[in-house]
Nanobody
Framework: VQLQASGGGLVQVGGSLRLSCTASLRTFGRYTLGWFRQAPGKEREFVAAVTLSGASTDYGAAVKGRFTVSRDNTKNTVFLQMNSLKPDDTAVYFC?????????????WGQGTLVTVSS
């Protein structure tokens, strides 16, 4: 199983980026998909998750109201739309997949994509 994250880059404060993560899961629609991030010298942080059909989402407190997670089950892809970016959003962003949102950290992981927010 492979999860391929993309879309990271350099953006100015207040700007936007859209991350994508495509998974080689035969039963993609049966997995909860999530995003985590890790900044240099900091612990991994939960960012967002979307459940099987996309009807239910969850967000970390630091990004609620600015980030939106969504999925396209026809393309085996999960997205993270990031708006109003701040320097504190600078991190490597990882996607993860697991049948249960409670066990996302124990599931499949992508390789990460770097987001840098410059002031």
């Amino acid at each position: 199983v492979q999860l391929q994250a993309s879309g990271g880059g350099l953006v100015q404060v207040g700007g936007s980026l859209r991350l994508s993560c495509t998974a080689s899961l035969r039963t993609f629609g049966r997995y909860t998909l999530g995003w985590f991030r890790q900044a240099p010298g900091k612990e991994r942080e939960f960012v967002a998750a979307v459940t099987l059909s996309g009807a239910s989402t969850d967000y970390g407190a630091a990004v609620k109201g600015r980030f939106t997670v969504s999925r396209d089950n026809t393309k085996n892809t999960v997205f993270l739309q990031m708006n109003s970016l701040k320097p504190d959003d600078t991190a490597v962003y990882f996607c993860a997949a697991h049948p249960s949102i409670l066990n996302l950290t124990k599931g499949y992981w992508g390789q990460g994509t770097l987001v840098t927010v410059s002031s």
